[in-house]
C-alpha cells in the first residue's frame, strides 16, 4: 500500500529550526523526483521545494530559498526537509508528495511565533 507520512512538525519561534521528515513505503522512492507542500489556514496548498531522484538538484520557492534545504536518502526511503530561519509566515501542515503524485498523507503542523 502506498503510503507517504510525514513527520517533525511543532511548534518553534521565529528564527529557529525544524527538520522534517517524510517516510514512503509501498513504492520504490528512489524512481521519483519528491516534494514538500504546504497549506497555511484559508489559503491553497503550495509548492515549497522539489529535489530529484538522485538528490543532485533542487529547487526551491522564492519564499523559502537560502532558509530551507529539501535532502533525500532513498535507501531509508526519507525525504527531509530542514528549516532555519523559520518565520511566522512558514505557519502551515507540510506534506511530501512524489511526481507524478501519490496519494497524500496527512501532513505535519508547523507553528511558527513571533
Known amino acids: 500500500q502506498v503510503q507517504l507520512v510525514e513527520s517533525g512538525g511543532g511548534w518553534v519561534q521565529a528564527g529557529g529550526s525544524l527538520r522534517l521528515s517524510c517516510a514512503a513505503s509501498?513504492?520504490?522512492?528512489?524512481?521519483?523526483?519528491a516534494s514538500w507542500y504546504r497549506q497555511a489556514p484559508g489559503k491553497e496548498r503550495e509548492w515549497v521545494a522539489r529535489?530529484?531522484?538522485?538528490?543532485?538538484?533542487?529547487y526551491y520557492a522564492d519564499s523559502v530559498k537560502g532558509r530551507f534545504t529539501i535532502s533525500r536518502h532513498n535507501v531509508a526511503r526519507l525525504v527531509y526537509l530542514q528549516m532555519n530561519n523559520i518565520d511566522p509566515v512558514d505557519t502551515a501542515v507540510y506534506y511530501c508528495?512524489?511526481?507524478?503524485?501519490?496519494?497524500w498523507g496527512q501532513g505535519t503542523q508547523v507553528t511558527v511565533s513571533s
Open positions: 508528495n512524489v511526481h507524478p503524485a501519490r496519494s
Open positions: 509501498g513504492f520504490i522512492l528512489s524512481n521519483y523526483d
Open positions: 529535489i530529484s531522484p538522485t538528490g543532485l538538484t533542487t
